[in-house]
């Protein structure tokens, strides 16, 4: 499962989720010319999405049933949730998602600490973040509806 496309170091880095007896995040390395040239791991979970972050690449999806964000040096886990974006910054990190149910938005520092959660709506989660904005969906008397909320 692809999570992200980059250019690290002049090359394409393609990042995905790999299953081999358990799920991990590989990182493929490969020439302008399309040729693979190095495969290693990430991370040990689901990535749903990628960022590049100061060079380095950030993870965000799920490790078991629980909203993960993984970062080279730091990794970060909040119960029953998932991650479905991520939004550098140049202060940190901001995470969309879905965490018991709720819609959630969190930002790290750059070391990978939680500054702040917060939950803009109920029975739904965050698809896409923005500068200053929440994009997702939630249900609502039995449709799913778009959301949009300053966050």
């Keep these: 499962m692809i999570s992200g496309l980059f ?3 002049g090359k394409p880095v393609l990042v995905g989720s790999v299953k081999e007896e358990k799920w991990k995040v590989k990182a493929f390395e490969f020439t302008e010319n399309g040729e693979l040239i190095r495969e290693s791991e990430l991370g040990k979970g689901i990535a749903l999405t990628a960022a590049e972050m100061g060079g380095k690449i950030i993870l965000g999806g799920y490790k078991g049933s629980d909203l993960w964000v993984w970062g080279r ?3 970060v886990t909040l119960p029953n949730g998932s991650a479905t974006s991520l939004l550098p ?3 940190g990190l901001l995470i969309g998602g879905e965490v018991e149910g709720k819609a959630a938005v969190i930002k790290l520092d750059l070391k990978g600490e939680i500054l702040w959660k917060r939950e803009p709506w109920e029975r739904g989660w965050v698809e896409v973040l923005g500068k200053g904005v929440a994009l997702g969906v939630k249900e609502e008397e039995g449709k799913t509806v778009i959301v ?4």
């Design 73 to 75: 040096d730091w990794e």
């Design 89 to 91: 910054t140049k202060d």
């Design 7 to 9: 250019e690290l170091n």
């Design 148 to 151: 949009v909320e300053r966050v």
